[in-house]
């Protein structure tokens, strides 16, 4: 992976003990200020742009991939931005783990692995569990916001959707200013619009 080298992801790495338990937000962005999530942020591109246009929000990247998520950090440090951290870790795990109750005003999906073979299906993302977590997570009006390219995963999400009443679907709003005809301007959106994919998108209250 031919990535920028000699990285510095501190002090944008949130870097915490398994045993940490549920985290303070206020303790870690130093405000009170409504905090959103990015699952699968990938090289930062959403969550640099995020930060940037919305200072008076605090923002938190989760990537797997340890070479994105550094990267992603130290795009965060050499922008001076304050109001964001990445997190090397799954996300699932992370969440159950680290996440307090109605702590989230918006949790954001962006193009997650599709898992397009049958036998992986249950690692995809969104399912019933996840969407719980949601609701535990999310304050009252907290939306999820979900974009995939994949028809099948889009048509498991909506099942899985359709099936599960605690959150209410409801137009999807892209979360940043439009720009270039983009739904969210993650680096897979930009190669993907250039192989002529189409997206779908779903957007979940909390009521």
């Not at 959150?167 to 192989?195: C, H, R, S, W």
């Amino acid at each position: 992976m031919a990535l920028k080298p000699n990285l510095i992801p501190e002090p944008a790495l949130l870097d915490l003990p398994d045993d940490q338990g549920m985290l303070s937000w206020q303790n870690i962005f130093l405000n009170d200020q409504p905090v959103e999530l990015e699952i699968g942020s990938g090289k930062g591109t959403f969550l640099l742009a995020a930060a940037t246009q919305f200072p008076n929000h605090n923002f938190v990247g989760i990537e797997w991939a340890r070479a994105y998520c550094d990267f992603a950090a130290d795009r965060l440090r050499r922008h001076g931005l304050t109001n964001a951290r990445m997190v090397r870790s799954d996300a699932n795990w992370w969440i159950r783990a680290h996440v307090p109750d109605q702590s989230l005003h918006a949790l954001h999906v962006y193009f997650p692995d599709p898992w397009p073979k049958a036998r992986h299906h249950k690692r995809r993302l969104i399912q019933t569990s996840f969407l719980q977590q949601a609701v535990r997570i999310l304050v009252p009006g907290g939306v999820l916001r979900v974009v995939t390219d994949h028809a099948g995963y889009f048509e498991h999400i909506r099942a899985v959707v359709g099936e599960f009443k605690l959150l209410q679907i409801i137009d999807f709003v892209p979360p940043l200013p439009a720009a270039d005809g983009l739904l969210v301007g993650t680096n897979f959106e930009k190669k993907y619009v250039l192989q002529n994919r189409s997206f779908n998108s779903l957007a979940l209250k909390k009521p």
